[in-house]
């Protein structure tokens, strides 16, 4: 079954918080919310004024507001290059709050770029140690390490399906976002079959016609500065999710989008385009 979830950073550049996030969640009618996590306090969501969860939160105290509120939580966003040791507790201390919150995973990727001085292979062989440091605590709090495409290892289809095989684990998946790799110039229907048997998790993200000559030289982007469904990505979602209905995929997708507006007008046509399956 495909269902729709919030996500909390597209209400950052809102200065929202996360209670505003809830609420909202609830008045569309959905009842699963994701959220990007930081590690420690950050100035703006002690003002109020961020949608961010810190690490450092009482989890079991934030787990009644959001039941309160009669939701649940799809996924935290961990991410941190996975080439760097710092990846390691961040992933930890995501998984440790996951649990905490009820959430069955978490989300985490490389960095926009190789490093100077590193190779692509070498960049894969620290996020393979690194997962794996962290994959030890997945298993015991019984939540899911998703890889999400958003740097030059993670938007390689090949990279990544041997990255999946490496593993061969029920906790590690992936996070799918059809902007990141259609920024990057792979085609995200076939990196979507290619992948399927680890998605459990996607970031239906659009693409703004404006950004048609960075297509091929960037990684990802943030979010999009258009609603899903209005820019150049919309067929190729149209077209996973005719993929994802075909094969009974049973998952979580949340828009990504830039701001509140853009965000409703992004849960609307993923509606209708789920309901016309």
Request: with cysteine.
């Amino acid at each position: 079954m495909i269902k729709l979830a919030t996500a909390s950073d597209n209400f950052r550049h809102d200065d929202r918080s996360l209670d505003y996030v809830f609420q909202w969640t609830k008045d569309q009618d959905l009842d699963l919310v994701e959220m990007n996590t930081i590690d420690g306090y950050d100035f703006f969501e002690g003002l109020g004024f961020s949608p961010a969860l810190s690490l450092d939160c009482d989890g079991l105290a934030l787990r009644k507001r959001i039941e309160g509120f009669g939701l649940q939580v799809s996924q935290l966003d961990c991410h941190y290059a996975l080439h760097r040791w710092q990846s390691i507790p961040y992933m930890i201390r995501g998984i440790k709050m996951a649990a905490a919150l009820g959430a069955p995973r978490i989300a985490t990727t490389d960095g926009a770029d190789v490093p100077p001085g590193m190779t692509l292979d070498e960049v894969f062989q620290r996020a393979v140690y690194h997962i794996g440091e962290a994959l030890v605590v997945a298993k015991t709090h019984g939540v899911k390490i998703n890889i999400e495409p958003h740097g030059p290892l993670t938007t390689n289809v090949e990279l990544m399906l041997k990255l999946m095989k490496h593993f061969d684990s029920e906790y590690v998946g992936v996070n799918f976002d059809t902007g990141n790799t259609f920024v990057a110039g792979a085609d995200p229907v076939a990196m979507t079959e290619a992948l399927l048997p680890w998605i459990n998790h996607f970031h239906f993200k659009d693409v703004a016609p404006e950004l048609a000559e960075r297509v091929g030289q960037d990684t990802g982007i943030a979010a999009s500065e258009v609603y899903v469904g209005q820019g150049m990505n919309a067929d190729n979602m149209t077209k996973i999710l005719q993929i994802l209905k075909a094969n009974d995929w049973d998952g979580v997708i949340s828009p990504e989008s830039r701001g509140e507006q853009n965000t409703k007008l992004s849960v609307d046509w993923m509606k209708e385009q789920i309901a016309a399956l």
